[in-house]
C-alpha cells in the first residue's frame, strides 16, 4: 500500500504526519501498519492523544523530560521571558538568562569548568567539544593532536563529527566514506565481570585498553570523549565510576583532553547533577543538552576548562573559536533551564531521587524475576533490564512487539534491541510507579508469548 495516496482524501492528523513529515530514527513503511500516535496534550507523567487515550511517559521523550510535561513553573518562567526578549544574537551582545545560566552551572562544577559555549541540540555539542579539542591543540602548537578515543558502544550524536566517535553500527554503516575514523577503545560494561570478578575490574581492564592506544598514538590523540556511568544508545550499558577517575588520569598522563558527553546522563539522571562527580573528577570539556531545559526547547552547550578558554584568547582572529549557530543561547531555552535548575535547588530534587531509585526498582521486581530477563541493573534514575530470545527474527522484532504491547496498556516505552528500560520524569510517585512495573510486565509477558 503507498501510504502518501491512500492518506490523499484523509484529514486526520497521523494522515497528514504521514504526508509531509519524515519522522526521526523510523523506517517509515512501518507506519503503514503501525501509525504514529498523535498527541494533544501532556500533563505531568501523562501524553494524552487525540483520541482520548493517555500514555505514561516511561522513557521522559526520548529523556529530556524532568519535571513532568506542562510543568506550572517551567511554563510561567516562560511567559515571563515572552513578555521581555525572546532572542538576540550572541554574537557582540549578551543578556540575563544566558549569563545566569553560564553562572549557576560553573557553580555547580565548583567552578572547574567556567566557560559555557552554547548550540541548540547534544549533536551540536559534541561537535563544539571536538572541534574545541583540536583547535586547543593547534593554538598551543600542538597540530599533530588531532585523533580522538571513543569506546565501544558508544554514542554521541548523528552529526559527521559525532558519528565519527560513535561506535552504534545501525548509526554509522550508511555514512561510513563521510567519516574519519576514530579509535575505539573496549567497554567498561559491568555485564562483562566474570566470574570473581569485581565491575571495578572490569573498568581496570577497559582503561588498560585505553592507556594501549595512548601510548600506540602518542603525541596524536586530541581527546578522549566517554559518557559517564552509562552507554545510553548502547543499551544503558553501566560501568564503575573508577572509569571515569581512570580516565581523567590516564589524560593527564598522556597529554590528552578528556570529554564528558553527559547529554543523557546530566542533570541528575544518574544520581548527581552531573555524572562525572561520582568519580571525584571532572572533564576539561563537558556537554550538555536533553534534560537542561527541563525537556521544553532545544538547548545544548560545552563546559569548558580555563585551560580550554584561554587556548583561545588572543589578538588573532584566527585563533578564536569561530563557530556559530543562529540561535546560540537563546534567552527563552536559557529561561526554561534557570527555572529547571531552581526546582533542584528549591525541592531538593537529588535527594528525592535517591529516596525514590529504591521504590522504581522495587516496583519492577515482578519483571526482573521472569527467568528470560538477565542483567537488572540500575544507576540513579536509569532502570534496564536485559530480555533473552534465542530465536534471532523473534530478537529483531521484539523492540516493536514491546512498544506496541504498552502502548495498549497506557505506557510509552522505546526497548533498544532486547535492553528494556525506564527513564521516567522525576515527578512520577509510588502510586504511578507501581502501576507502571505491572503493566510494563504484563506487556513483556504478551511480546514474548508472541515470540
Request: charged content about 15%; hydrophobic content about 45%; aromatic content about 8%.
Amino acid at each position: 500500500m503507498n501510504t502518501a495516496t491512500h492518506c490523499d482524501t484523509d484529514t486526520s492528523l497521523v494522515a497528514r504526519s504521514l504526508r509531509s513529515v519524515w519522522h526521526p530514527c523510523t523506517q517509515m513503511r512501518r507506519h503503514e501498519s503501525a501509525p504514529p500516535i498523535a498527541i494533544a496534550q501532556a500533563h505531568g507523567v501523562w501524553l494524552h492523544d487525540s483520541q482520548g487515550r493517555r500514555y505514561l511517559d516511561a522513557i521522559s521523550s526520548w529523556w529530556v523530560n524532568l519535571f513532568g510535561h506542562t510543568n506550572a513553573r517551567i511554563n510561567a518562567a516562560l511567559v515571563d521571558q515572552l513578555g521581555k526578549l525572546e532572542h538576540a544574537m550572541l554574537a557582540g551582545f549578551t543578556h540575563e538568562p544566558v549569563v545566569a545560566l553560564s553562572e549557576q552551572l560553573s557553580a555547580l562544577t565548583g567552578h572547574a569548568l567556567g566557560h559555557c559555549f552554547y548550540a541548540s541540540d547534544g549533536a551540536s555539542a559534541v561537535e563544539i567539544a571536538l572541534k574545541m579539542s583540536v583547535h586547543a591543540w593547534r593554538n598551543a602548537g600542538q597540530a599533530d593532536k588531532n585523533q580522538f578515543i571513543c569506546i565501544a558502544g558508544g554514542y554521541h550524536g548523528e552529526t559527521v563529527g559525532a558519528l565519527a566517535v560513535t561506535d552504534t553500527p545501525l548509526f554509522r554503516q550508511a555514512y561510513e566514506a563521510m567519516l574519519r575514523p576514530a579509535h575505539i577503545a573496549a567497554s567498561p560494561d559491568a555485564r562483562q565481570a566474570q566470574p570473581g570478578e569485581s565491575v571495578a575490574d572490569v573498568a581496570a581492564r577497559a582503561l588498560a585498553d585505553v592507556e594501549r592506544l595512548l601510548t600506540q598514538h602518542e603525541g596524536r590523540i586530541a581527546a578522549v570523549i566517554v559518557e559517564p556511568l552509562v552507554q545510553c544508545a548502547a543499551g544503558m550499558v553501566m560501568h564503575d565510576p573508577s572509569y571515569v577517575r581512570g580516565l581523567r588520569a590516564l589524560c593527564d598522563a598522556h597529554g590528552a583532553h578528556l570529554i564528558a558527553d553527559e547529554i543523557a546522563v546530566g542533570c541528575g539522571r544518574t544520581g548527581s547533577f552531573f555524572a562525572c562527580e561520582q568519580a571525584g573528577v571532572w572533564p576539561d570539556l563537558l556537554c550538555l543538552s536533553k534534560g537542561i531545559s527541563g525537556g521544553y526547547l532545544p538547548l545544548s552547550l560545552v563546559m569548558a576548562s580555563e585551560s580550554i578558554y584561554q587556548a583561545f584568547y588572543d589578538d588573532d582572529v584566527r585563533r578564536g573559536f569561530l563557530h556559530s549557530h543562529s540561535y546560540t543561547g537563546n534567552p527563552l531555552a536559557c529561561r526554561a533551564a534557570l527555572e529547571t535548575l531552581a526546582i533542584f535547588a528549591d525541592e531538593d530534587v537529588l535527594a528525592r531521587n535517591l529516596a525514590f531509585a529504591p521504590v522504581l526498582a522495587q516496583a519492577m521486581q515482578p519483571l526482573a524475576q521472569e527467568p528470560y530477563v538477565r542483567h537488572v541493573r540500575q544507576t540513579g534514575m536509569i532502570w534496564a533490564c536485559d530480555v533473552v530470545i534465542d530465536d534471532a527474527q523473534a530478537a529483531a522484532t521484539f523492540p516493536r512487539r514491546l512498544a506496541a504491547e504498552a502502548a495498549r496498556r497506557e505506557l510509552l516505552v522505546r526497548p533498544i534491541g532486547t535492553t528494556i528500560y525506564l527513564m521516567p520524569p522525576y515527578v512520577l510517585n509510588a502510586q504511578q510507579a507501581h502501576w507502571l512495573g505491572q503493566q510494563l510486565h504484563q506487556a513483556v509477558l504478551a511480546a514474548m508469548e508472541a515470540t
